[in-house]
Nanobody, 118 residues
């Protein structure tokens, strides 16, 4: 299990930007697929973006062209740059990790709240 600590959330106006950060505690971080999820109130976790050890990225349709995931293996960090934010992006954002052929972890950290006002 990877310990993950998210930060960077806050209140922003529609059209604004935020950068989320996630610190991971595993020494094999560079071998993990990292992902950002979000959870709207009362809904299931939704995969927003993921990045492989080879830095291939994948995005949910709702955020393509607006969000960018990146990683810094030297610092065991993963980031989510969010631009052109919309009120529907309001959610708690979480990061998660898995091995290349494994499943996403079932335990979630505290997340970081993003609120986009219209």
């Amino acid at each position: 299990q990877v310990e993950l600590v998210e930060s960077g959330g806050g209140l922003v106006q529609s059209g604004g930007s935020l950068r989320l950060s996630c610190a991971a505690s595993r020494t094999d971080f560079n071998l993990l697929v990292m992902g950002w999820f979000r959870q709207h109130s009362g809904k299931e976790h939704e995969l927003v973006a993921s990045i492989t050890p080879g830095t291939s990225t994948n995005y949910g349709d709702a955020v393509k062209g607006r969000f960018t995931i990146s990683r810094d293996d030297a610092k065991n960090m993963v980031y989510l740059q969010m631009t052109s934010l919309k009120p529907e992006d309001t959610a708690v954002y979480y990061c998660n990790a898995r091995s290349v052929y494994g499943d996403w972890g079932r335990l979630w950290g505290q997340g970081t709240m993003v609120t986009v006002s219209s």
